[in-house]
């Protein structure tokens, strides 16, 4: 929706440079919309989609309406041109890269399993809409070229392109016609690039595949770089509850200048602390220890045992916790 705004408000400021290159526009506009600018209040991006917008460019004008403004018909067959050329390059662009992807899954680099298939069945539809795009923007630049220059020698270049014809280079794997074939007959969009002066070189392909490669393997890194700060997260979280948890321990013992029932209470409370962050940290490795297991990750820290007292702590509070016990009927009025 952004973008169809975007577009919207850059049409709608097109409108005046238009009308003053081309008037005889006005009256097109009117019979279409609200107001010669192109109906601000009628066509709205909400209402209506915007890229099926009339632009009313020479090429879509009568021959009578277009002799009055060669000079821009004809900025209009070069940009038409152009825009034939660079649409062609794209379609060849994205066959070279089907290709590349096909030897790549054949080789069989990716991995095997439905994850790494998926990965590839991906990328396969994002290179098929983008050859669709470009062949769409081809149709629509030819048809134009055709109103504007019926007769020019475009025609040996800019043939007609048929769905058949977006294909190669070579035979497609994915295609049991071509795979059966004996003789295979090139498409035609590989054999113009010459005489459009647009060659396609090796090193160009080197560099197509290369870019591919280069933002694939850095997609790769991010996710592996994920994947191990996960693991460095999960590491960190344990080994805070545990350290937490003895640091609670060792606060049970360190209150023995005061009454009776004060040491008790505070004992019990840091206990129940440090109990509570024992089972916390317990809870954590029963429910990642079943999906790290899973993938083949058996972590260092999933078996360690929670250490109860550090060696310093531990003779000193051997004498209070058996007068603790002595006095449990004591405690539950402090608990509560």
């Not at 990750?297 to 209070?320: K, R, T």
Request: net charge neutral.
């Amino acid at each position: 929706q952004e973008k169809r705004n975007s577009l919207y408000r850059r049409i709608h400021q097109w409108r005046d440079a238009q009308l003053a290159y081309t008037p005889m526009v006005a009256s097109l506009l009117l019979k279409h919309t609200a107001s010669p600018l192109g109906g601000v209040q009628d066509f709205s991006p909400v209402t209506t989609q915007v890229e099926e917008a009339l632009l009313f460019l020479p090429s879509s004008l009568s021959d009578t309406m277009r002799n009055s403004i060669q000079n821009i018909a004809s900025k209009e067959l070069q940009l038409r041109k152009a825009q034939s050329t660079e649409a062609l390059e794209d379609i060849r662009r994205g066959h070279r890269m089907i290709t590349g992807l096909a030897q790549f899954k054949k080789l069989n680099i990716c991995g095997a399993g439905n994850k790494a298939n998926t990965r590839m069945r991906t990328l396969y539809d994002r290179l098929q809409a983008r050859i669709q795009r470009a062949a769409n923007r081809y149709w629509a630049a030819r048809d134009a070229v055709q109103q504007l220059e019926p007769d020019g020698l475009w025609a040996a270049q800019l043939r007609p392109l048929n769905s058949g014809d977006i294909r190669g280079p070579g035979r497609q794997p994915d295609d049991p016609v071509q795979v059966r074939k004996r003789r295979f007959e090139q498409s035609w969009i590989w054999s113009v690039a010459q005489s459009l002066g647009k060659d396609t070189t090796e090193e160009e392909f080197d560099d197509t595949m290369r870019a591919e490669w280069a933002k694939m393997r850095a997609r790769r890194d991010r996710w592996e770089e994920e994947y191990r700060l996960v693991l460095e997260e999960m590491r960190w979280t344990i080994a805070y509850l545990r350290w937490k948890a003895l640091w609670w321990r060792s606060q049970a013992y360190r209150r023995n200048d005061a009454d009776k029932i004060m040491p008790q209470g505070l004992k019990a409370y840091a206990l129940r602390q440090a109990h509570l962050l024992d089972s916390l940290a317990t809870s954590c490795i029963a429910r990642w220890a079943p999906t790290l297991s899973a993938e083949g990750i058996v972590p260092s820290w999933i078996g360690d045992p929670i250490s109860n007292f550090e060696p310093d702590q531990e003779e000193e509070g051997s004498d209070n916790e058996d007068e603790a016990e002595e006095n449990e009927e004591d405690l539950d009025h402090v608990y509560c």
